[in-house]
């Protein structure tokens, strides 16, 4: 069983900055992707951000790219960060940090991660993100 705890929400102005950190603890197997994902009210869950663990590829959406960025801690792999710079209003919504066993091929594009058409399996409770005008 895997578990996975979210930090780092909270409440910030637009153009500001916050850090979510994600760690998994448990059975998570190294060839895994972590990602982030995110829902506001009345809205679907969107793929935020992803990192496939062995490698450190990652895959953003591009709402957030260029503004984003994931990455995993060198000293511990079961955890990862997602650093949001120049935050817009419509960042705000629940983020949820998310793991699953990497499939054994990427996308034709290369990607292990997709958020798209990989399901993640296992799901964190959820950190808010509040951006005011």
């Known amino acids: 069983q895997v578990q996975l705890a979210e930090s780092g929400g909270g409440s910030v102005q637009a153009g500001g900055s916050l850090t979510l950190s994600c760690t998994a603890s448990?059975?998570?197997?190294?060839?895994?992707?972590m990602g982030w994902f995110r829902q506001a009210p009345g809205k679907e869950r969107e793929g935020v951000a992803a990192i496939y663990k062995p490698i450190r590829t990652t895959d953003y959406s591009d709402s957030v790219k260029g503004r984003f960025t994931i990455s995993q801690d060198i000293a511990n792999k079961n955890t990862v960060f997602l650093q949001m710079n120049s935050l817009k209003p419509e960042d705000t919504g629940m983020y949820f940090c998310a793991a699953v066993r990497a499939p054994s091929m990427p996308t034709p594009r290369g990607s292990w991660c997709d958020m798209a058409s990989v399901e993640y399996e296992h799901w964190g409770q959820g950190t808010q993100v509040t951006v005011s005008s």
């Open positions: 448990g059975s998570l197997y190294d060839d895994s992707c």
